[in-house]
C-alpha cells in the first residue's frame, strides 16, 4: 500500500512536470518493442551514456494507454532544455533522450499518432525469435499471476480470448486492454505486420530493427550500433563489460525455453509464413526455423 506522504510527493512532482512542459523536450528516440525482446536492458544500457538522459520512466506509454491526456502530460516526462543546453556545453557533444514502450510496436494505432506528433523521432525495434517470445511471456504471465491455464491451452484459447480485443482495437485508436495484450502469445510475434505500420509512415533510415538473439549474444556490438544509428559517440557502459544482463527478467522467464518438443514444432511451423513475410520485408533472414 502506498503511503499518503509518498502518493503526496508523486502528485506534486507530477504537477510540477505537468507545468513544466512547455520548457521541457519531446524525445529523439523510442524503443517501440517487442515485448520479452531485451527492450529493458537496452534502454538501461542507454542511460548509462552520459548524453543519453532518462525519461521520468523507461516505458511511458503514451501513444497506447495516455493519449488522451496530451501532448503536455507526456512533454512532461522529459528532461528540460536548460538540461540539454547545459550538458552539451560542457561535454560538446550531442545531448538526447527517449523512452521506451513495447506495446507501441504491438497496437495498431501508435505508429500513426507518432508520426503526427514526432515525425523525426528514430525507432528501434528488437524482435526476438517469435516461439521462444511466446513462451517466455507466457512464463512472465504465470509468475505474476496473469496465467492459469497451461501453454498449450493458452494457445488454444488465444482466439477465443483475445477476439474482443481484436475487434475493439481496430476502430478505437485509444482502446488499451491488459487481459488482451496478455494473452495475444500468438498475435505479438507477427511481426511484418506490426513493422508495417511504422515503414509506411517513416523512412526506413530512422528505423534500427535488431534481432534479439544477436543482442543477447554481443550487446556490447550491438550497444555500439545502437549508439551509431542515435549519433551519440561511442561509450561503454561497465554493467555491459560483463555481458548481457536481462534487467526485466522475471525469475526464470527468460531462460531457455524448456517446452515440450512437439509443441514447439508446431509453433515454428505457425511462425514459418509470418517469418518469411518478415525476411521479405527487411531483406533478411534472422534464421528463426527451429
Do not use: C
Request: aromatic residues 14%.
Amino acid at each position: 500500500m502506498v503511503s499518503p506522504f509518498l502518493n503526496t510527493a508523486r502528485q506534486t512532482v507530477s504537477l510540477y512536470r505537468n507545468l513544466t512542459s512547455s520548457l521541457r523536450l519531446m524525445p529523439d528516440f523510442l524503443i517501440i518493442g517487442t515485448q520479452k525482446g531485451g527492450t529493458t536492458s537496452l534502454y538501461s544500457y542507454l542511460i548509462e551514456h552520459p548524453n543519453i538522459i532518462s525519461a521520468r520512466m523507461k516505458e511511458v506509454h503514451f501513444f497506447d494507454q495516455h493519449f488522451r491526456k496530451g501532448p503536455a502530460w507526456y512533454q512532461g516526462h522529459f528532461p528540460t532544455r536548460v538540461h540539454k543546453s547545459y550538458v552539451e556545453r560542457m561535454r560538446k557533444e550531442v545531448f538526447i533522450t527517449g523512452e521506451g514502450s513495447p506495446e507501441y510496436l504491438f497496437y495498431p494505432h501508435p505508429a500513426q499518432k507518432v508520426a503526427a506528433l514526432l515525425p523525426n523521432v528514430k525507432l528501434i525495434a528488437l524482435l526476438r525469435n517469435p516461439v521462444d517470445r511466446a513462451y517466455s511471456q507466457y512464463r512472465h504471465n504465470i509468475r505474476w499471476g496473469h496465467e492459469t491455464f497451461s501453454f498449450e491451452d493458452a494457445l488454444n484459447l488465444e482466439e477465443e480470448r483475445t477476439r474482443e480485443g481484436r475487434a475493439r482495437v481496430q476502430i478505437d485508436p485509444n482502446y488499451h486492454s491488459f487481459s488482451y495484450q496478455r494473452a495475444a502469445y500468438l498475435a505479438r510475434g507477427i511481426y511484418a505486420e506490426q513493422l508495417e505500420r511504422w515503414l509506411n509512415l517513416f523512412p526506413r533510415e530512422r528505423m534500427l530493427i535488431i534481432r534479439s538473439e544477436d543482442f543477447y549474444r554481443d550487446s556490447s556490438a550491438i550497444y555500439k550500433e545502437v549508439l551509431a544509428f542515435l549519433g551519440v559517440s561511442v561509450f561503454e557502459p561497465r554493467s555491459l563489460q560483463l555481458g548481457y544482463k536481462a534487467y526485466n527478467k522475471s525469475k526464470d522467464s527468460d531462460a531457455p525455453a524448456k517446452m515440450d518438443p512437439a509443441l514447439r514444432k508446431r509453433l515454428v511451423a505457425y511462425f514459418e509464413p509470418h517469418n518469411q513475410r518478415l525476411y521479405k520485408l527487411l531483406g533478411r533472414n534472422f534464421a528463426w526455423d527451429h
